[in-house]
């Protein structure tokens, strides 16, 4: 198995865990592995990307240009910069958050449409699968950490449920983080059971 | 055991196999992680410090080294420029304990700063240097980085680049060694740790010389770089450096359907980049009738092999940068493999295998970056802004120099304030050249407490003594904060536990003889407008000490610094507030602005910027 995930969204968000998770699992299932972050030099809401190289013995970090077999972005507009990157045929994950720059919220500058970046998913010939924020479930009356909702709906409805196990996801969740675990099966069993949205 | 660890945690846990006695550096991306990882150990034996600039820091674990024990230093690219200096005199000396540089360099320049390639640093100092092309490798490097240089007695160049230093991946790490407790060896020979006349220093050069030869003789007994020939000779060669290897078997099977055949080639990956391997070199331009090489910024390798090439009469083609194929910019990938493949062997391999489409990243929102919610150094930026405007003067009249760190986010918008960037402490020796030049406006210098202790005392120190006209404001959030909250002379030390000696700003720039100086709460943007003001129109060196501590790391210990609350009512929704401050806890409402509470600090800044009394302070 080979397979090779980027990762695109803003510091704050979480998403780098995705990746720290994925790459934990596949360190628990002796699954070679290579996980580069790149946080930039902002310490939140900077644009961050990362990128996970599953099942090579020896390889470098950086993902050729259509070589990813998934892209997940947890931010529209930085997302974008995760086009070039997605392997004809491999899925797009879109948490759709808008982190509008200052100039955007100003007024001063654009910022993409959800359209626009459909028709980019399009264009470089991949599956968009969309989750919208609003669709966020609550846990005990706060909204569940939305990068484990991510990964949840990631494990149930990519390719990347069928190479590695739900359970062991689950597993290195419950081991890595201490508190609200509780919560956090919650979030990620609720992405895991989401409908299927595949545009 | 088996460990999921990033490039730099494995340079830390081969320094501890290799029974490391101490560990000295200073923060720079994307070396950080090695010495952090190791502060974060408790270790006992072992002495880690993150020490006050790159020249200190390798200055004690020569000193270490010079004792007969083993020492590690970490830097990123700049800080080497830093502690060059002191190199090429430990360099010329040698040691008596392993003593190992650890650099990481970041083609690409992810981090800012540079694409320098210090591999070239090595080439000048003499000094063998080694670079793994992956995680795993770094591990078994570095401790081998240690043996090299207690072998040749002399210090030893460990590269890593950002994809590996921050890359996470599995390696077998063995039990740490005990640190040897052998009493300190006082060797006293001004042979060797002087420099003083020309006999001393070019004997110590011919030694320097016979050192590197011997590292060059030490690994390729060890066979460190691997060299894999094609069974038929006659075909493709290809050299690769560092990371670059990294790639060629995913570039091999990117290329394999258009007729690439694995078996045709002959490999030589390079992981002791300096001294050149000139015997390998050679066997494959004995072997090879055309020359790839992969190596990413400078053609260091493939000026190597051109010396090498010429000297036996080598008739074949050697492609890579200086034939104009390579770009000496960016990080090498899979791309970089195939390229090289088909521009030697032109098997019809298409320009857009591997090229996505670009024209997406134009529609993407500019995200330029900016201070977090909170951050001191935005009421700072805000109060210089305001004492231009009392002067009655316009921001593009007033040279306000940057330094290296978070304070230079005034740089960008909504600030638009500084100017400039060099390195470390430039900030204040640079502003007293503009004065020399004859700028007739107020000169302001900006600076962070970290960067103030690195080097930009000396610059103040200078500025003192020629009495130059300028206004020097410190940003003293107390950390080290851009890479990632790191501990510095300023830090306040409040754990009882803790091994340091604070060193207070406000004493130091007393004692220099300043007469004027104000220590202000950049929160209270009023005041510290007032007292910027007031400097910018003394005679002198004038420092203001902006001293609060920075959000995210007071927010990490339970801190808040108040609450600032919404009238709705009062909001018409003008964005004066969000024009400002840029603050990215602010998103606009329906039918007010919002603030999310979560990222809020409740620094206040904001109040003021509102006419309409639609942003009010809660007690808290």
């Not at chain 2, 690769?240 to 790639?247: E, H, L, N, V």
Request: a negative charge; hydrophobic letters at 45%.
């Amino acid at each position: 198995m080979k397979y090779d995930i980027f990762f695109a969204g803003v510091g704050g968000q979480g998403i780098l865990t995705i990746g720290e998770v994925l790459a934990e699992v596949a360190h628990y299932k002796d699954i070679p592995a290579n996980f580069y972050p790149s946080k930039g030099m902002a310490q939140r809401g900077g644009f961050v990307k990362a990128q996970l190289r599953l099942g090579r013995e020896n390889v470098g970090p950086n993902i050729p240009q259509r070589g990813a077999d998934m892209v997940i972005a947890m931010e529209q507009s930085e997302s974008l910069k995760a086009i070039p990157f997605i392997k004809p045929g491999g899925d797009f994950v879109l948490y759709s958050d808008i982190w509008a720059p200052t100039a955007v919220a100003l007024g001063k500058a654009p910022y993409p449409t959800f359209a626009q970046i459909t028709e980019q998913v399009k264009l470089a010939g991949a599956r968009l699968v969309h989750i919208d924020p609003g669709q966020l479930p609550e846990y005990a009356g706060e909204l569940v950490h939305a990068n484990l909702y991510v990964l949840g709906v990631i494990m149930g409805q990519t390719a990347l449920g069928t190479l590695i196990r739900s359970e062991d996801v689950e597993h290195i969740i419950q081991t890595r983080f201490k508190r609200n675990t509780e919560a956090n099966s919650f979030a990620y069993r609720s992405g895991l059971g989401m409908p299927l949205v595949v545009s | 055991m088996k460990k999921l660890i990033t490039g730099n945690e494995a340079i830390a846990y081969g320094a501890l196999r290799a029974g490391v006695k101490a560990v000295t550096g200073y923060p720079g991306t994307p070396s950080t992680g090695c010495l952090s990882s190791l502060l974060a150990m408790d270790l006992v034996d072992t002495h880690v410090e993150w020490s006050v600039n790159e020249k200190v820091a390798l200055e004690v674990a020569t000193g270490v080294a010079w004792s007969g024990h083993r020492a590690l230093c970490t830097m990123k690219m700049s800080g080497l420029n830093v502690a060059y200096d002191t190199l090429i005199s430990v360099a010329y000396s040698g040691c008596d304990g392993g003593l190992v540089v650890y650099v990481a360099d970041d083609p690409g320049a992810s981090a800012g700063m540079c694409e320098q390639d210090s591999r070239s640093f090595a080439v000048m100092a003499d000094m063998p240097m080694l670079e793994p092309a992956t995680v795993a490798e770094t591990y078994e490097l570095t401790k081998f980085a240690f043996e090299l240089s207690e072998r040749i007695k002399g210090p030893v160049f460990l590269r890593l680049v950002t994809g590996i230093a921050d890359s996470y991946a599995e390696v077998e790490i063995e039990e740490p060694v005990l640190v040897s407790q052998a009493a300190p060896l006082l060797i006293k020979d001004i042979q060797r740790y002087t420099k003083a006349g020309a006999v001393i220093a070019t004997n110590q050069h011919r030694d320097l010389i016979q050192r590197l030869e011997q590292a060059g003789q030490i690994t390729d007994e060890a066979k460190i770089n691997k060299l894999s020939l094609s069974r038929k000779p006659g075909g493709l060669g290809i050299l690769a450096s560092g990371i670059a290897a990294a790639y060629l078997e995913e570039g091999f099977e990117a290329a394999a359907p258009f007729g690439f055949n694995r078996e045709d080639v002959s490999t030589l990956e390079i992981k002791v980049v300096h001294p050149f391997p000139a015997a390998e070199a050679r066997k494959m331009l004995a072997h090879c009738q055309t020359i790839l090489i992969l190596e990413e910024l400078e053609p260091l390798i493939e000026r190597g092999m051109y010396v090498e090439a010429q000297r036996m009469g080598y008739r074949g083609k050697i492609t890579g940068k200086l034939d104009g194929v390579f770009s000496r910019i960016g990080e090498y990938g899979v791309p970089q493999v195939v390229q090289g493949i088909e521009s030697v062997l032109r098997l019809g391999i298409p320009e857009n295998l591997l090229s996505g489409n670009t024209q997406a990243l134009k529609l993407a929102a500019a995200r330029p970056i900016t201070v977090c919610a909170g951050c001191p150094h935005r009421g700072t930026y805000i109060a210089i802004d305001k004492a231009i405007k009392k002067l009655r003067l316009k921001k593009n009249e007033v040279m306000v120099t940057g330094d290296i760190g978070c304070t230079i986010l005034g740089m960008n918008p909504p600030f638009d304030l500084i100017w400039t960037e060099i390195s470390m402490g430039a900030s204040v020796s640079l502003a007293q050249g503009y004065v020399h030049a004859g700028v007739k406006t107020p000169v302001i210098a900006t600076i962070g407490d970290s960067t103030f202790f690195h080097a930009g005392i000396a610059g103040l120190v200078n500025a003192i003594q020629h009495q130059i006209d300028l206004t020097l404001v410190i940003m003293d959030n107390r950390w080290t904060a851009m890479t990632g909250m790191q501990v510095n002379p300023g830090t306040p030390c409040n754990n009882g536990a803790s091994t340091y000696q604070e060193i207070d700003i406000a004493r130091i720039i007393p004692a220099l003889g300043i007469e004027h100086f104000w220590t202000v709460d950049p929160f209270d943007v009023e005041e510290t407008a007032g007292v910027i003001h007031q400097a910018m129109t003394l005679p002198g060196v004038k420092v203001v000490l902006a001293r609060q501590e920075c959000a995210i790391q007071a927010q990490r210990q339970g801190k808040q610094a108040g609450k600032v609350h919404v009238v709705e009512e009062n909001c018409n929704l003008c964005k004066l507030c969000l024009m400002v401050t840029g603050c990215s806890a602010f998103s606009l409402g329906a039918n007010a602005i919002e603030i999310d509470p979560e990222l809020c600090y409740g620094c206040g800044v904001c109040i003021e910027t509102c006419h309409h009394d639609a942003l009010v302070a809660e007690e808290v």
